[in-house]
């Protein structure tokens, strides 16, 4: 099983799980054209970034900053170091036929 990032830790963005928030830190890509498209889409330091949605297979992961979504490859999520700001809540799953009229 992943770690599970608390509250302050450094993570890359890829490791967030859905629900998690971070405020980025940095980039740690050489790759000038990624860096440059990235910031003009609102990824600047001290920005709030929202794990949103992971795809079925886990590649692309929509995140969430600004007020708009965004999705990301997974390698590209991997350059960018973030600080957990929000905790991973386990979701619960409901039980079939909830719906029962006593």
């Given at each position: 099983?992943?770690?599970?990032?608390?509250?302050?830790?450094?993570?890359?963005?890829?490791?967030?799980?859905?629900?998690?928030?971070?405020?980025?830190?940095?980039?740690?890509?050489?790759?000038?054209?990624?860096r440059?498209?990235?910031?003009?889409?609102g990824?600047?330091?001290?920005?709030?970034?929202d794990?949103?949605?992971?795809?079925?297979?886990?590649?692309?992961?929509?995140?969430?900053?600004?007020?708009?979504?965004?999705?990301?490859?997974?390698?590209?999520?991997?350059?960018?170091?973030?600080?957990?700001?929000?905790?991973?809540?386990?979701?619960?799953?409901?039980?079939?036929?909830?719906?029962?009229?006593?």
């Amino acid at each position: 099983m992943d770690k599970i990032y608390g509250i302050n830790e450094t993570c890359k963005l890829s490791e967030l799980k859905v629900g998690q928030a971070g405020k980025l830190i940095s980039f740690s890509n050489e790759n000038k054209a990624l860096r440059r498209r990235l910031l003009d889409m609102g990824l600047t330091k001290g920005v709030l970034i929202d794990i949103k949605m992971i795809s079925p297979l886990g590649d692309p992961i929509s995140i969430g900053l600004r007020g708009y979504q965004l999705c990301l490859r997974k390698e590209d999520m991997e350059n960018i170091l973030v600080s957990v700001t929000k905790e991973y809540v386990v979701p619960v799953k409901e039980k079939k036929g909830g719906n029962k009229r006593g």
